[in-house]
Nanobody
Framework: QVQLVESGGGLVQPGGSLRLSCAAS????????IGWFRQAPGKEREGVSC????????YSTDSVKGRFTISRDNAKNTVYLQMNSLKPEDTAVYYC???????????????????WGQGTQVTVSS
């Protein structure tokens, strides 16, 4: 079982930046595709960005393209989500997830991921 832990959330003003981290225990993340998802109050969980196990493929949903960047630091066994130019509509609980069955590429369908972190709150407000 893969255990994921997110960190880095907080309160930030519109236009600000945050970097979320997704760390794993017991497994090396470089063997796994990782997805970042978010869920705002009263809304369904949606995919934000993902990175393939080989790091040669990343994908982000249209609403964050050009603002969010997903990356991986294998030495630290951590995947990051750099979020710039944050907007109030980015406010949500952010989760990272993985599934060992994703061996090629990645995708942003929450139902396709088995292992999830506990989430970290991101609030964008003045």
């Amino acid at each position: 079982q893969v255990q994921l832990v997110e960190s880095g959330g907080g309160l930030v003003q519109p236009g600000g930046s945050l970097r979320l981290s997704c760390a794993a225990s017991g497994h090396t993340l470089d063997a796994y595709a990782i997805g970042w998802f978010r869920q705002a109050p009263g809304k369904e969980r949606e995919g934000v960005s993902c990175i393939s196990s080989s790091d040669d493929f990343t994908y982000s949903t249209d609403s964050v393209k050009g603002r969010f960047t997903i990356s991986r630091d294998n030495a630290k066994n951590t995947v990051y989500l750099q979020m710039n130019s944050l907007k109030p509509e980015d406010t949500a609980v952010y989760y990272c997830a993985t599934d060992p069955s994703i061996t090629y590429g990645c995708y942003l369908l929450p139902g396709g991921y088995e292992y999830w972190g506990q989430g970290t709150q991101v609030t964008v407000s003045s």
